[in-house]
């Protein structure tokens, strides 16, 4: 079994980033604001799971997961201060900039002709085959602990937003949200994509339903199968969720680029994109960019001429 070079234990994976809080000047809400979790560790917000589950494993793990790229980025950050091996299972179309952001830290990929779901079964695998411990994306309680931070954050610096927009993969964000403030009068809406509504649909049928494989460059959204965990808190909440389209994502990306400099990946946007298309001149709202890791080629083909 192939083996990472960074295997000396140390005692903590580097702290997580205090992202920015930036307000976008558009007209449709009273105060439109971002939360930048491109800034974070490994340049989106999966990170903030990551760090506080890996501070409750030995030192020296060996570790496997299976990520659609963001995920894996964080854990290998992670694993490497920690002393732990790790193997990551990725579609192969996962962007170039992620993959490197992997390999650097020293983890092993295992490219996977699939989606996020195929990785998932195989990681699975070579866990009970080696005797490694699996790691997962998003349906682990502390997981979703560690993300639940993000929201505690803003709280620290203003009043909680009348509506928060937030990206669903696999429901882990989504269901922190739900845990810091739904309870309260901040009014959730979960953002899918159009092509992969996993928590639209299962919400819909009262149960986990497996969707078809989503299309397009929102790798972060194309999750078939959102977490037992992260379902059952959004089905509590009754949680509300839309979905954009590409072209909205590719919309919201050349805002967030032309209005604030921030750099945005497709999956990242797609909060943004929802609010974009609406607003309430009395209200507040709040977007999580997730995440900022695009491959320049895609990049420059969104945003050129902005």
Request: net charge neutral; hydrophobic share 40%.
């Amino acid at each position: 079994m192939p083996q990472t070079s960074r295997t000396a234990p140390t005692t903590a994976a580097p702290p997580t980033v205090v992202t920015p809080l930036v307000e976008l000047p558009v007209g449709h809400w009273r105060q439109l604001l971002v939360k930048d979790e491109t800034k974070q560790v490994s340049g989106a917000f999966k990170y903030r799971g990551i760090r506080h589950k890996i501070a409750a494993i030995a030192p020296g793990t060996p570790l496997v997961t299976a990520s659609t790229g963001n995920h894996g980025a964080g854990l290998a950050i992670a694993a490497s201060d920690h002393g732990c091996a790790l193997h990551v299972f990725v579609p192969e179309t996962t962007p170039r900039v992620k993959c490197l952001r992997m390999s650097r830290q020293g983890a092993v990929l295992h490219l996977v002709r699939g989606g996020y779901d195929d990785c998932a079964d195989l990681a699975h695998r070579h866990a009970d085959r080696h005797g490694m411990s699996y790691i997962h994306s998003f349906d682990d309680p502390e997981i979703v602990a560690g993300h639940q931070e993000l929201f505690r954050e803003v709280e620290r610096v203003t009043e909680p937003p009348d509506v928060v927009f937030v990206p669903v993969g696999g429901g882990g964000l989504v269901s922190a949200a739900v845990e810091v403030w739904g309870r309260g009068p901040v009014r959730i809406i979960g953002v899918e994509h159009a092509t992969a509504p996993a928590m639209l649909t299962s919400l819909a049928a009262g149960r986990r339903v497996t969707v078809a494989p989503g299309t397009g460059p929102a790798e972060g959204l194309m999750v078939r199968r959102v977490g037992a965990y992260p379902f059952e808190i959004c089905a509590a909440h009754g949680l509300t969720v839309e979905t954009v389209s590409d072209a909205e994502i590719q919309h919201a990306l050349r805002a967030l680029y032309r209005l604030a400099g921030i750099r945005a990946e497709y999956a990242g946007a797609a909060a943004v994109a929802a609010a974009l298309r609406r607003g309430h001149p009395g209200q507040r709202a709040l977007c999580v960019v997730s995440g900022g890791n695009i491959d320049n080629a895609l990049w420059r083909g969104c945003v050129d001429g902005v």
